[in-house]
């Protein structure tokens, strides 16, 4: 019983913070009022930039009207996901409606996020990979021919998806992994690369059946100095 009241007594005048998982906090920050806190919502617009760099620019084996499609296609993921956005807004419309534009917006907004993604991360005639870039992905994956060689093996996936390099912070690894459509999948770190495997992204420029081709070709345009800031930025 003594020692119990030891330890409270203690408890008791320890000025520390606690958080569960971590132990004392230093430094902790005092609490913020509420109500403090502001946002200034704003609705989805088209990268014009990365537009223009995706479509003025000659990509080898991804032709120009393919480009040009393919923006399209992104520029109805920006309509879409803002007017879902104004939608979900409504207090006029039921829970199971409100239900099914929750579920669509996550595949629409994501379309919007991946395609910037890819598009930044393609250059016509990118640099090669730093040496520490070369260096952090062949302790993960074995070499970088490998790290490659895993994106077009993943890439095969039966259906329509992704395939996306994230640096999980909780693991302090980069992640290679298959993300379903636009939204299944996706919420495993920050993605540092991105690479569309929807028939949409080849589908003028190679067969149906090509995808290997694709993702074989889609390598060698990868920006490497585009991926390496991301993973800066994410550390």
């Given at each position: 019983?003594?020692?119990?009241?030891?330890?409270?007594?203690?408890?008791?005048?320890?000025?520390?913070?606690?958080?569960?998982?971590s132990?004392?906090?230093?430094?902790?920050?005092?609490?913020?009022?509420?109500?403090?806190?502001?946002l200034?919502?704003?609705?989805?617009?088209?990268?014009?930039?990365?537009?223009?760099?995706?479509?003025k620019?000659?990509?080898?084996?991804?032709?120009?009207?393919?480009m040009?499609?393919?923006?399209?296609l992104?520029?109805?993921?920006?309509?879409?996901?803002?007017?879902?956005?104004a939608?979900?807004?409504?207090?006029?419309?039921?829970?199971?409606?409100?239900?099914e534009?929750?579920?669509?917006?996550?595949?629409?907004?994501?379309?919007?996020?991946l395609?910037?993604?890819?598009?930044?991360?393609?250059?016509?005639?990118?640099?090669?990979?730093?040496e520490?870039l070369?260096?952090?992905?062949?302790?993960?994956?074995?070499?970088?021919?490998?790290?490659?060689?895993?994106?077009?093996?993943?890439?095969?996936?039966?259906?329509?998806?992704?395939?996306?390099?994230?640096?999980?912070?909780?693991?302090?690894?980069?992640?290679?992994?298959?993300?379903?459509?636009?939204?299944?999948?996706?919420?495993?770190?920050?993605?540092?690369?991105?690479?569309?495997?929807?028939?949409?992204?080849?589908i003028?420029?190679?067969?149906?059946?090509?995808?290997?081709?694709?993702?074989?070709?889609l390598?060698?345009?990868?920006?490497?100095?585009?991926?390496?800031?991301?993973?800066?930025?994410?550390?």
């Open positions: 019983m003594m020692h119990i009241l030891v330890v409270l007594a203690l408890l008791s005048s320890c000025k520390c913070s606690f958080h569960p998982f132990g004392p906090l230093k430094n902790a920050s005092p609490k913020r009022p509420v109500g403090t806190y502001k200034s919502p704003q609705e989805y617009s088209v990268n014009e930039t990365l537009v223009d760099w995706v479509t620019n000659n990509f080898p084996g991804i032709s120009n009207k393919m040009v499609e393919h923006v399209d992104y520029r109805g993921y920006v309509k879409n996901a803002n007017t879902l956005l939608n979900m807004a409504k207090s006029s419309i039921d829970s199971v409606m409100k239900l534009l929750g579920r669509r917006f996550g595949f629409e907004a994501n379309g919007v996020h395609h910037e993604l890819f598009f930044s991360n393609l250059h016509p005639s990118p640099a090669s990979p730093s520490n070369v260096s952090v992905i062949s302790d993960e994956f074995g070499s970088f021919n490998k790290f490659l060689e895993r994106i077009q093996i993943i890439g095969g996936t039966r259906g329509t998806g992704w395939v996306t390099m994230t640096l999980d912070k909780s693991l302090n690894r980069l992640i290679l992994n298959w993300v379903n459509e636009h939204q299944d999948g996706q919420s495993i770190g920050d993605v540092v690369l991105a690479v569309d495997c929807w028939e949409h992204a080849y003028k420029d190679y067969k149906s059946t090509a995808r290997g081709d694709y993702l074989q070709n390598v060698k345009l990868i920006d490497w100095e585009v991926v390496e800031r991301r993973l800066k930025a994410a550390m």
